[in-house]
């Protein structure tokens, strides 16, 4: 029941004794996580978050979602970023068969898409979870506005308490305003975790419980990953040898890491990894730039820039050993095509086949790769893949210099755009 890290593709670009030499500098980042001295360490409540997550609020999340599940034809999950990928990533991780169907607003600001989303479930019934810290971030505010509008012409405010769920500050913030003058009900994202960090805080949890997915197994899993990537061992801790070889490959030139999977269900988490990683280590002039494929697909038209390309990139497969579902291959008589020598397997071994040929082939062509191998594609695992990459890019980020838990430059735009919108 673990993640494994195989690095065989590694051997030429990165020599076991500079690992070796680097425990030092990753012990010191491990300390300064852990004895909260590092950098930005008012935002370190992920670090044991998953342990503090009481059985007795997943189960209250449960009775609420069956109680929503009775009354409701479709969710519409209002954020961005933090506030929306992590929900997204999950549901598609495992497969989109949710018991509500799950539409999302607030991630941009297409008005074709809020037009089609409103004519999707005019008729339906509605129960919108919106998430944000302030309240005054403008994607899901003004999308929360129009959802908001259209469901006061079909509801009267008592049934609106019913059907409005807010994911917001303790005591202040815009929405925390709107909750207390209208009843909304309401949960709290916690101080001392960052959005990007925030899938196991009710900002996930929440919408996710609503849906139907398993939240008990997603945190479990998020437990035995605080467990595992605790210890300071750069042999047993995955999440730290992963950190510790990309600072490695970084420090070689590659600039560009590319998370690649076999997997089309990893789309999402991959988006969710881009935020991540991009926003916590992209400080000071320095950072990788995290880039995703999804492959066969993406080899046919991305295949040739990843063999024949500038050898700036580094390559994270992420695999999955048992997927929930297999398909065998039928034999044909005729055999027109000539692939009755692969009848009788199932596409999950030509896909692995597919895997092994091209990090075979990338590295050959001069791209490094390695590649983290999820036991089973279901909740547990996932969570613990949250958690292991949470805990590689805090240990990065400190290996870098930098704090991993902020994000000044994203604030550069809002700035303008406020400004040009005539905000006072």
Same mark, same amino acid.
């Given at each position: 029941?673990?993640?494994?890290?195989? !690095?065989?593709?590694?051997?030429?670009?990165?020599?076991?004794?500079?690992?070796?030499?680097?425990?030092?500098?990753?012990?010191?980042?491990? *300390?300064?996580? %852990?004895?909260?001295?590092?950098?930005?360490?008012?935002?370190?409540?992920?670090?044991?978050?998953?342990?503090?997550?009481?059985?007795?609020?997943?189960?209250?999340?449960?009775?609420?979602?069956?109680?929503?599940?009775?009354?409701?034809?479709?969710?519409?999950?209002?954020?961005?970023?933090?506030?929306?990928?992590?929900?997204?990533? !999950? @549901?598609? =991780?495992?497969?989109?068969?949710?018991?509500?169907?799950?539409?999302?607003?607030?991630?941009?600001?297409?008005?074709?898409?809020?037009?089609?989303?409103?004519?999707?479930?005019?008729?339906?019934?509605?129960?919108?979870?919106?998430?944000?810290?302030?309240?005054?971030?403008?994607?899901?505010?003004?999308?929360?506005?129009?959802?908001?509008?259209?469901?006061?012409?079909?509801?009267?405010?008592?049934?609106?308490?019913?059907?409005?769920?807010?994911?917001?500050?303790?005591?202040?913030?815009?929405?925390?305003?709107?909750?207390?003058?209208?009843?909304?009900?309401?949960?709290?994202?916690?101080?001392?975790?960052? +959005?990007?960090?925030?899938?196991? /805080?009710?900002?996930?949890?929440?919408?996710?419980?609503? &849906?139907?997915?398993?939240?008990?197994?997603?945190?479990?899993?998020?437990?035995?990953?605080?467990?595992?990537?605790?210890?300071?061992?750069?042999?047993?801790?995955? &999440?730290?040898?992963?950190? &510790?070889?990309?600072?490695?490959?970084?420090?070689?030139?590659?600039?560009?890491?590319?998370?690649?999977? =076999?997997?089309?269900?990893?789309?999402?988490?991959?988006?969710?990894?881009?935020?991540?990683?991009?926003?916590?280590?992209?400080?000071?002039?320095?950072?990788?730039?995290?880039?995703?494929?999804?492959?066969?697909?993406?080899?046919?038209?991305?295949?040739?820039?990843?063999?024949?390309?500038?050898?700036?990139?580094? *390559?994270?497969?992420?695999?999955?050993?048992?997927?929930?579902?297999?398909?065998?291959?039928?034999?044909?008589?005729?055999?027109?095509?000539?692939?009755?020598?692969?009848?009788?397997?199932? =596409?999950?071994?030509?896909?692995?086949?597919?895997?092994?040929? !091209?990090?075979?082939? %990338?590295?050959?062509? +001069?791209?490094?790769?390695? /590649?983290?191998?999820?036991?089973? &594609?279901?909740?547990?695992?996932?969570?613990?893949?949250?958690?292991? =990459?949470?805990?590689? @890019?805090?240990?990065? +980020?400190?290996?870098?210099?930098?704090?991993?838990?902020?994000?000044?430059?994203?604030?550069?735009?809002?700035?303008?755009?406020?400004?040009?919108?005539?905000?006072?």
């Amino acid at each position: 029941m673990s993640i494994t890290l195989n !690095t065989d593709y590694l051997k030429n670009f990165i020599n076991p004794k500079e690992i070796t030499a680097l425990s030092p500098m990753v012990q010191k980042a491990h *300390e300064g996580l %852990h004895n909260k001295t590092g950098k930005g360490n008012d935002f370190l409540g992920w670090l044991d978050l998953p342990s503090r997550i009481t059985d007795g609020f997943l189960n209250e999340l449960n009775i609420l979602a069956k109680d929503v599940q009775a009354n409701s034809d479709v969710l519409i999950s209002i954020g961005i970023g933090g506030s929306y990928l992590g929900i997204r990533s !999950t @549901i598609e =991780f495992l497969g989109g068969a949710t018991k509500l169907p799950v539409y999302y607003a607030g991630h941009n600001i297409s008005s074709d898409y809020l037009h089609n989303l409103l004519e999707t479930v005019k008729n339906k019934r509605v129960t919108v979870i919106v998430i944000s810290k302030s309240g005054t971030t403008t994607e899901p505010a003004i999308a929360f506005r129009a959802i908001k509008k259209a469901l006061e012409a079909r509801y009267n405010s008592e049934e609106l308490k019913k059907r409005i769920i807010c994911v917001t500050d303790e005591k202040k913030g815009a929405l925390r305003k709107i909750v207390e003058k209208s009843g909304y009900r309401s949960f709290v994202i916690p101080d001392d975790v960052g +959005g990007r960090f925030s899938v196991l /805080t009710p900002v996930g949890l929440v919408p996710l419980a609503l &849906a139907g997915i398993d939240i008990k197994s997603l945190v479990e899993g998020a437990r035995k990953g605080q467990s595992e990537y605790s210890v300071m061992d750069l042999e047993k801790n995955t &999440a730290y040898r992963y950190a &510790a070889l990309r600072y490695l490959l970084y420090k070689k030139g590659k600039k560009i890491e590319i998370l690649s999977s =076999f997997y089309p269900e990893m789309f999402y988490v991959a988006e969710w990894f881009k935020q991540l990683f991009g926003e916590s280590e992209a400080k000071g002039g320095q950072g990788i730039f995290p880039a995703s494929l999804i492959f066969s697909t993406d080899l046919h038209s991305m295949g040739q820039l990843m063999q024949d390309g500038e050898r700036t990139i580094f *390559e994270t497969f992420v695999m999955i050993d048992k997927p929930q579902h297999d398909v065998i291959v039928p034999t044909d008589a005729e055999d027109l095509d000539g692939f009755n020598y692969v009848a009788g397997k199932g =596409f999950d071994f030509v896909n692995k086949k597919a895997y092994e040929a !091209t990090a075979s082939a %990338h590295f050959e062509g +001069g791209v490094p790769n390695m /590649t983290l191998t999820l036991c089973q &594609a279901d909740a547990f695992h996932l969570g613990q893949l949250y958690f292991l =990459f949470e805990k590689a @890019i805090g240990i990065y +980020g400190y290996l870098l210099d930098v704090n991993p838990f902020d994000q000044p430059g994203v604030e550069a735009y809002k700035k303008k755009m406020f400004a040009l919108l005539g905000k006072k």
